[in-house]
Structures are given as C-alpha cells and as structure tokens.
C-alpha cells in the first residue's frame, strides 16, 4: 500500500523531510545543520558555529571602522592644517566659520565611509538577500544611504561647532587647535558612519530618518534668517536664500529619498512574513512598499518645490504625503492581518491624533495655527513610521525561527 504524502504545514517554503531524516535545523539567521544521528547537540555545535561567524563579522566591521577612523584622522589633520593656513579669520561660527569647514570635510568623510561600508556590508550572511536585488535597485539604495549619511553628518558636524560658538563667543582658532579638531572629527566621523552602514537594517533606517529629521529640521530653525518664520507656516524655513533653506529643503529631499529606499527593506521583510503565513493578505507585500515609495517621492518634492517656487506643486506633493499616510492608517488592518494587535491600537491612535489636528485647525475651531498644524501631522507621520517598522520587526522575530525561512536582518 503506497504510503500517503506527509502533510504540509500552510506558509512552509520547503518540500517535506522524509521518513529517514529530520528536518533542517534553522536560526534566526538562517539555515546552520541538518538533522539526523547528530541529533540535538550537532544542531546546537552549528548554532554556535553560526553564531561565533556573526561575532566575527562584527569583529571585521570593527576592525576596519578603527582603521579608517585612522586614515580620515590622518587627512583630517592635513585639512585642519590648510583650513588654518589659509583662513583669515577662523572661529567656531562667526569670521570664516570653523563649523563650515569642519561639515565639509566630515561630508565628504561620510560619503566615502558610507559608500564602502554599504558595498562591503552585502557580503555578510545576514545581508545576503541584498545581492538578490537587481543592480539598479541596489544603486539606488546605496545613493539614498550614502545621501542621509552626508547630509547627516554635515548637519550634527555643522551644529556642534554652532553649539560650542555658542559659548565660546569670538574665541579665535589657532592652528594647532584647527588640526586637533578637524583630525578628531573626521576620524569619529568615519567611525560612525562606516560602523553604521554594515549593520543596516529596517530598524536601523527608522532611527537614523528620526535623527536625520529632527537635527535637519533644528538645525534650519536656528540658523534661519527670519526668527519669525514661525508667524507664517513651517514651510516658511525652504523660502529663504541662504543655509537654512538649504538645510530644510535638503532634509527634505534626502528624507524622501531614505523612505523610498525603506520600501526594498519593508517589502523583504514582508515577502517573508507573507511566505511564511504570518501575514494573512498577499496583496500587503506588494501595496504597503509601493505606497512607501510614493510617500517617499511626495516627501522628496515637497523639498524639491519650496512654496516660493511652486505654491501648486509644493502643495500637492505635501497633501500627496499625508494621503499615503492615510491610506496606510485606515487600509493597514486589511493589508497588513496578522501584525500584533497593538500595532493596529498604535495606528488607530495616530489616525484620531491626525483627525483632531485637522478638526482644531479649521477656521470654524482655529485653535491651531498653520505652523502647529504642519509640525503636528509631519511628526505624526515620522512618528507612525517609527512604530511600524519597530512592530514589523517584532513582527518577523517568531517567524524566523520557523523551517524555510532566511534571514531579513
């Protein structure tokens, strides 16, 4: 009597094991032993091998982040040197700024670490599904991470030289100081960053849009030329021609491209979950990373399209946003069945936050101003994409300890 096929359980990705052998043994990071005469403890030895591998890894990124942070140190000094000779009146802030050199040569930093460290980063085990992607994709994603890591560490350089003029007001910067600070900031600059860009993940790129927002946002505010921008609207901040428009508009921009490079990271983590079952609708994997990209290029022509340039253009793309946002909050319980009950509880509470806000800001109420109004629904939507990508992440946790599935760290 021929014997009846073993039963499948629903989402798995792999045939199922025979009679004579028991099925691969699986980590969080993927496949590391089969079963069979060794039995648990060889599974537990591949566990550790595994593990131990990770730990080298880690080992490597920090190796070569100290060995860079030595190099950039060493033409850090070289610069601060050239910056000294050649500047004549160097200071923190005021003169010929300090800060501004010191952003420089640490964004410049920046993109060299960040370009190297991405590159080198695809051929760890955990991110071995980015050498899946198609080249371009994998291009475009290196060009946004590049772009936010310069962009960010211009933004922290140029901000703490403004912070420390602050309190040390018209103190001159002697040469030797000038090398001292310009080698030690492009060294932790090269560090951080490098360090930074080989552990890149969807958490990763949460924290580093909240930072990169927050400090580009600030920065624009301090530096703008106007103190009483803040009478008009928050877009008031890109209309100036000078540094803080810049910055605005940049962070913009640069935040914009990050979202949509979100949406690679987001639909792997969501191909997964969908496979392996704990993701109910199929169509979530394909609808959510697209609206991503769209809120993503809508968020990049809001910077791109200062109300000064276009009024119709600078509107639609913000309202463009805030309809991607909406859409995500009201359609996520059907896209997205089988994320944690309390993320749809998180959403529903961003969603009636957002109904407020428009409810207070209507003539008829008028307790919000236009400015309240916009930073209100800008920190609501930075703050919702938080709370998702920490909960997909969590999320995924109990799926990866499950037969057939790989690594989306």
């Known amino acids: 009597m021929p014997r009846p096929p073993c039963a499948r359980t629903p989402g798995s990705l792999r ?20 079963g069979g005469s060794g039995g648990q403890t060889g599974a537990m030895a591949s566990i550790d091998a595994v593990e131990s591998n990770q730990s080298g890894t880690t080992r490597r990124a920090e190796s070569e982040a100290i060995y860079l ?27 010929d700024p300090f800060a501004v050199w010191a952003a420089a040569g640490a964004g410049v930093t920046a ?26 994709k994998f291009t475009v994603n290196t060009i946004s991470v590049v772009i936010v890591h310069t962009a960010l560490a211009f933004l922290a350089t140029f901000a703490m030289y403004r912070l420390l003029a602050l309190g040390f007001i018209g103190l001159p910067i002697i040469t030797f100081w000038a090398v001292v600070l310009m080698a030690v900031t ?45 009478q008009v609207h928050f877009s008031q901040l890109g209309t100036f ?6 910055v605005f508009n940049g962070t913009l921009i640069a935040g914009g491209l990050l979202v949509t490079t979100f949406a690679v990271y987001i639909a792997n983590d969501l191909e ?84 407020l806000s428009v409810i207070l800001f209507i003539p008829a109420v008028g307790y ?7 930073i209100i629904v800008f920190a609501l939507i930075f703050g919702w994409i938080a709370v998702f990508i920490r909960f997909l992440g969590v999320t995924g946790q109990p799926a990866l300890s499950r037969p057939g599935v790989t690594s989306r760290s």
């Open 15 to 34: 045939a199922p094991p025979s009679a004579h052998r028991e099925p691969d043994v699986f980590h969080p990071r993927g496949v590391i032993a089969r």
């Open 69 to 95: 942070a030595f190099g950039a140190g060493a033409l850090g000094a070289i610069y601060g040197l050239i910056v000294a000779l050649t500047a004549a009146d160097l200071q923190f802030a005021d003169g």
């Open 111 to 136: 993109a060299g670490a960040s370009i190297a460290g991405y590159w080198r980063a695809r051929s760890d085990p955990d991110q071995a599904w980015r050498r899946t992607l198609p080249s371009w």
């Open 186 to 230: 492009l060294g932790m600059t090269a560090y951080i960053v490098y360090l930074s860009v080989s552990r890149m993940t969807t958490q990763r790129m949460s924290s580093l849009l909240m930072a990169f927002v927050v400090i580009g946002t600030l920065t624009a505010m301090i530096t703008t030329s106007d103190p009483e921008w803040w």
């Open 241 to 246: 021609d000078d540094l803080s428009s810049w």
């Open 272 to 355: 997964v979950l969908t496979a392996e079952g704990v993701l109910t609708n199929p169509r979530g994997k394909q609808v959510v990373p697209a609206l991503f990209v769209v809120m993503g290029i809508m968020l990049s022509c809001v910077g791109i399209f200062p109300v000064d340039v276009s009024l119709a253009l600078h509107n639609t793309s913000a309202s463009g946003m805030a309809v991607m946002f909406l859409v995500l909050l009201i359609a996520g319980p059907k896209l997205l069945r089988g994320m944690p009950r309390t993320y749809f509880v998180a959403s529903a509470a961003f969603l009636a936050a957002t109904v």
């Open 368 to 374: 919000f101003s236009l400015t309240a109004f916009e």
